[in-house]
């Protein structure tokens, strides 16, 4: 594994909760993303970060936020989870944004 | 709109029976395509990368090649352990954004 920790692994929420998922790495690199992978869709691109402070959306992005105070830490928030978040989420990370990326295990998020 | 379709969906082999997997992708200017393996409950395991039109790259019992329209994974000779989800993606140029197709499931029987 290429130093990434995604927690929680997996979790259990209810309609309306927020939730914070947490992407942590190891190798100073760059870039972070996190995706969702969902039957049928694939893996599809919720915010990405180019540095500290700097970060932009990918191209499912409504619901969720994201704050990167840390080169090593990218969150992701659910402000109001949805029944539609239910999901395995990916953390990324690369040491630039033309050259490949590297996961994390995924967290597994069920909102019920 | 960037788009990459793989196919087929699902593919089953015998062991030792070799195959390819397909990648067709439409982008605005590729700036890269990469190549995943995905097993059951874990996250993408990168493969390759490929950058320009007649390039290949070698792993193992893989082998991957670029055209100017689809990406074709080789796999030859495989085992039961190669059986996994195989993922691609490509990065367009105006974006930098990363994106993927749906993936091919492949199981080999031994």
């Known amino acids: 594994d290429a130093g990434i920790t995604q927690s929680p692994r997996h979790k259990v929420t209810e309609t309306g909760t927020p939730v914070t998922l947490r992407c942590h790495q190891t190798?100073?690199?760059?870039?972070m993303y996190w995706y969702r992978q969902d039957p049928g869709h694939g893996l599809r691109l919720i915010h990405y970060s180019y540095g500290v402070k700097d970060t932009d959306k990918g191209e499912v992005s409504d619901g969720y936020s994201v704050s990167r105070s840390k080169t090593e830490d990218f969150l992701l928030t659910l402000e109001s989870a949805t029944s539609s978040q239910t999901s395995v989420y990916f953390c990324a990370i690369s040491i630039q944004g033309t050259t490949e990326a590297f996961f994390g295990q995924g967290t597994r998020l069920t909102v019920v | 709109e960037d788009q990459v379709t793989q196919s087929p969906e699902a593919l089953r082999l015998q062991e030792g029976e070799s195959s390819s997997l397909n990648c067709s992708y439409t982008v605005s200017g590729l700036r890269g395509l990469f190549w995943y393996r995905q097993d059951p409950g874990k996250g993408p395991e990168f493969l390759f990368t490929?950058?320009?039109a007649g390039e290949e790259k070698e792993k193992e019992r893989l082998k991957a090649t670029l055209t100017k329209k689809e990406s074709f994974l080789h796999i030859t000779a495989p085992k039961p352990e190669d059986s996994a989800t195989y993922l691609c993606?490509?990065?367009?140029?105006?974006?930098?954004?990363?994106?993927f197709g749906q993936g091919t499931t492949l199981q080999v029987k031994p």
């Open positions: 490929l950058y320009s």
């Open positions: 993606a490509v990065q367009a140029s105006n974006t930098g954004k990363l994106i």
């Open positions: 190798e100073n690199h760059r870039y």
